[in-house]
């Protein structure tokens, strides 16, 4: 790949809906670029004036996704590290709040000498400058940056003209805009309708951005006559008008896109020439594993707080794809709300009937805790693989000492400050912090997993590093007591003193962790605890008993092997 000194950018934008794929759309074409040999990196601009998103209801804007750097990030970062392998990092996220907060603070400082601060020429200056800053370290080919919000908002005006006063500043040969629009399918008239995208570029001329590509989500494939109508009422040749039908997986849209060649468009856009072509072989493997496992289903049960709303646990649900596909079955979730079993709308008996193992969710609150309790003692009592992440582990704990350790009403003070056996409490330096976004312990942290356990099994190696999001943590002065009565604790900070994994011996496939395993979950490269889970269940479903005493794989992370 000829290099060029001058970092190349692409911006996605979107139009007619939200919820188009915007997030998709950019985390795949990063991934067709690397394969051509191009070092890229993606970036996230949101509207909302939020500081961040780690304050928000999960009903408001699904998971946070937390990076090795401790940032509170949109849920589309997830998906541009797992289709990218690379690490994404505080600087890939900004909010209009951000921005905001950070014009005021100059603003204070006297930076301004005095002058009005303007949303032109202050905020806008702002917003360029961060949007450019991933560009400085000389790391990058092609940064991505993808704008939330659909055209038209009020609150995506601002990043929409600094992406116009940039590209004046770079030219069409260093910025190319990418417009995502929705071309819907009239069944009542068997005819696919361009008016909707017609509109939506006719919005971005209003502010001064002719888009460079259209792609153009559609039930249907888009005709080359349909194409040629869309190009020509939005200023566009008919190669530049791309077209997205839907798909079964996410994982097949760097396939669609290649393609229809947009890969090879944006390239020549830049006047780049590359002699490396597009590999996709892992993700055709992928793919057909993800469609037809030939192992077959795997049903698991999450039980969560949000169970109606899956964006919640997304970086789960995902994990769960790439294990599956790592052991050639289809995950099927099987969504239990943990209330419905706190008020016994449904009992963890029949919750569980037909499915292969539990995963107990993260989250926040009281509510529906005694549900996920409930359920945790079951799959305990009656032997069947147990996952627990963060919350779900703090579960565990608190069920194990109820009822093994006679410690009765055991709690978090978390939910009950005054318990008489508070065997979850919060982090000793978390109990003098007052502000609550931001102040958790976030990020990646070392552990030390003792050998023989499942953990190890699964993992291969004695020093992990995982991402945390958590103010409470299993209180050490009745760690002894829980480990005199059965609990292992198998992985722990490397000075021993923070409890990160938690299992219990004489059980199948039990496992609780302090911290995230999902967000580290790869699409070809499975995270070892959500791939050693997926393959107990199968030999559970499968009436087959494991010991775990030999590796399930050679490395830290297990590659999709590349037999169909």
């Known amino acids: 790949m ?11 934008t979107g139009g007619v809906v939200s ?74 996220n900004m909010t209009m709040g951000k921005i905001y907060q950070t014009v005021l603070e100059n603003e204070r400082r ?50 929409l ?111 780049l020439k590359s002699s490396k072509s597009a590999d996709l072989t892992d993700w055709i493997t992928l793919t057909d594993k993800i469609k037809y496992p030939k192992d077959g289903i795997v049903k698991i049960a999450v039980c969560g707080k949000y169970a109606e709303y899956p964006d919640a646990y997304k970086s789960i649900v995902e994990a769960f794809v790439h294990a599956g596909a790592a052991n050639n079955v289809k995950v099927e979730i099987s969504w239990l709300h943990s209330e419905d079993l706190e008020n016994g709308v449904i009992t963890a008996e029949k919750a569980m009937d037909g499915a292969s193992g539990l995963l107990v969710a993260p989250g926040f609150g009281e509510r529906g805790i005694e549900g996920k309790i409930e359920i945790v003692k079951y799959v305990r009592e009656n032997n069947i693989p147990f996952f627990g992440i963060c919350l779900g582990m703090q579960c565990a704990t608190i069920e194990y000492a109820r009822n093994v350790c006679n410690m009765d009403m055991a709690n978090s003070t978390e939910f009950t400050k005054k318990t008489k056996y508070p065997v979850i409490d919060m982090m000793e330096h978390q109990k003098r912090i007052k502000l609550k976004g931001g102040t958790m312990r976030l990020g990646n942290y070392p552990c030390i997993i003792q050998e023989g356990t499942i953990s190890y099994h699964a993992y291969q190696k004695n020093l992990i590093n995982e991402r945390h999001r958590h103010r409470f943590e299993l209180n050490n002065a009745y760690r002894d007591q829980l480990i005199e009565n059965g609990l292992e604790v198998v992985g722990t900070s490397p000075d021993g003193v923070l409890v990160e994994i938690i299992e219990l011996k004489n059980h199948r496939w039990f496992v609780g962790v302090q911290f995230h395993p999902e967000l580290k979950s790869r699409v070809h490269k499975p995270h070892p605890l959500f791939n050693s889970f997926i393959a107990e269940a199968k030999n559970y479903r499968d009436g087959i008993s494991v010991t775990h005493d030999q590796p399930l794989f050679d490395n830290q992370m297990i590659k999709v092997d590349n037999q169909s």
């Open 161 to 271: 003209e600094a992406m116009r006063q940039l590209k004046l500043q770079y030219g069409s040969k260093n910025l190319v805009n990418i417009h995502l629009t929705l071309v819907p399918f009239i069944r009542s008239a068997s005819e696919l309708k361009t008016k909707p995208t017609q509109h939506s570029v006719k919005m971005l001329l209003e502010i001064g951005i002719q888009p460079d590509v259209l792609v153009c989500r559609s039930e249907k494939t888009l005709s080359k006559d349909i194409k040629h109508k869309i190009g020509l009422f939005c200023n566009l040749s008919d190669s530049d008008v791309v077209g997205l039908c839907d798909a079964e997986t996410i994982y097949e849209v760097p396939q669609i896109l290649h393609k229809e060649k947009l890969d090879s468009l944006v390239l020549k856009k830049f006047g």
């Open 19 to 92: 919820s188009l794929g915007k997030g998709i759309l950019s985390a795949s074409l990063g991934a067709l670029l690397k394969s051509r040999g191009l070092r890229v990196a993606i970036q996230k601009y949101d509207p909302y004036i939020n500081v961040d998103p780690g304050t928000m209801s999960p009903y408001q804007h699904g998971e946070v996704y937390v990076t090795d750097d401790g940032a509170e990030t949109d849920l589309d970062l997830g998906h541009y590290e797992r289709f990218l392998d690379e690490a994404t990092s505080q600087a890939c």
């Open 110 to 159: 006297g930076e301004y000498l005095g002058g009005t601060v303007q949303v032109v020429p202050h905020v806008i200056d702002e917003i360029k400058s961060k949007m450019l800053e991933l560009s400085k370290n000389g790391s990058y080919d092609v940064i991505i940056t993808e704008i939330g919000g659909t055209v038209g908002d009020i609150e995506s005006l601002p990043f």
């Open 2 to 12: 000829s290099r060029k000194k001058r970092v190349k950018h692409i911006f996605v």
